[in-house]
């Protein structure tokens, strides 16, 4: 079992910048994929990023350029890193952890959830 709690959301405005943690515990992190899901009232729950274990990054199309993910194996915890928010990121932000053996980091199969960071970007 591996337990992740989110941290970091917040309020801010268009433009902005904010850096979400996603720390693990229970088991060590190193053989799994990490990912961030965000999802918006009555909507699916979308991919955002993820990592691999090796450090291998993937970005929805709508983070590139903007977010950049990272991991810290050692201290079992990921973190998102957001610049030049805009309102329409505006979403709960979820972390989230499967095996490496799962596949395409972007398919959400994932088998462990943190309870979500709200992030609210006004304009």
């Known amino acids: 079992q591996v337990q992740l709690v989110e941290s970091g959301g917040g309020l801010v405005q268009a433009g902005d910048s904010l850096r979400l943690s996603c720390a693990a515990s229970?088991?060590?992190?190193?053989?799994?994929?990490m990912g961030w899901f965000r999802q918006e009232p009555g909507k699916e729950r979308d991919f955002v990023a993820a990592?691999?274990?090796?450090?291998?990054?993937y970005l929805a199309d709508s983070a590139k350029g903007r977010f950049t993910i990272s991991r810290d194996n050692a201290k079992s915890t990921v973190f998102l890193q957001m610049n030049s928010l805009r309102p329409e990121d505006t979403a709960v932000y979820y972390c989230?952890?499967?095996?490496?053996?799962?596949?395409?980091?972007?398919?959400?199969?994932?088998?462990?959830w943190g309870q979500g960071t709200q992030v609210t970007v006004s304009s």
């Open positions: 229970g088991r060590t992190i190193s053989l799994y994929v």
């Open positions: 989230a952890a499967k095996f490496e053996l799962r596949g395409d980091p972007h398919i959400n199969n994932y088998d462990y």
């Open positions: 990592i691999r274990w090796s450090g291998s990054p």
